[in-house]
């Protein structure tokens, strides 16, 4: 979450990313918005109504709110090269298991499983990345075993 948002309207990370108008009675009786609420909003309309009309606003073409969810999932998958990374992105987008993020936004479009495939298929057997060896010693160990004469 942006710092000056944080300090202006203080909310933390711990908030939603898209919190609920606070509505309260105004001098006149009438109902009135109030600032940010604490919460999620009850239902997704009002965020959609309010993202419709912004999108609008500057012509371009409407995107509903967990379209973003969507897109940062993915941002998560691409720019995250350990499964500590992964696991601290999805609880930044407030999920508690990151088997959540992975069923719910995990999907790898067939365009993308096909680069991964050939990747992995133009490696040489037997290879393995440094980086991702130093980084888990889990892999270390496997190799170990597999490579120990019994």
């Known amino acids: 979450m942006d710092r000056i948002f944080v300090k202006r309207s203080a909310l933390g990370a711990g908030d939603p990313l898209f919190p609920a108008t606070l509505i309260e009675h105004g001098h006149d009786r009438q ?3 109030a600032g940010l609420a604490r919460r999620h909003w009850s239902n997704a309309d009002a965020i959609r109504a309010l993202f419709k009309d912004a999108f609008e606003a500057v012509g371009l073409p409407g ?5 973003f ?3 940062l999932a993915m941002l998560g998958e691409r720019s995250c090269s350990t499964p500590e990374e992964f696991k601290a992105w999805s609880q930044n987008l407030g ?6 993020t992975l ?3 995990g999907e ?3 365009y993308r499983q096909a680069e991964i495939m050939r990747t992995l298929g133009a490696r040489p057997a037997g ?13 270390r160990c496997d190799d170990r075993h597999a490579t120990a004469s019994p």
């Open 108 to 110: 790898v479009a067939p």
């Open 103 to 105: 069923t719910s936004y």
């Open 127 to 139: 290879t393995t990345d440094r980086k991702e060896l130093a980084r888990n010693p889990i892999a």
């Open 63 to 67: 995107f509903n709110p967990h379209s």
């Open 69 to 71: 969810r969507h897109a």
């Open 31 to 33: 109902f009135r918005s």
């Open 95 to 100: 999920h508690e298991q990151v088997l959540t």
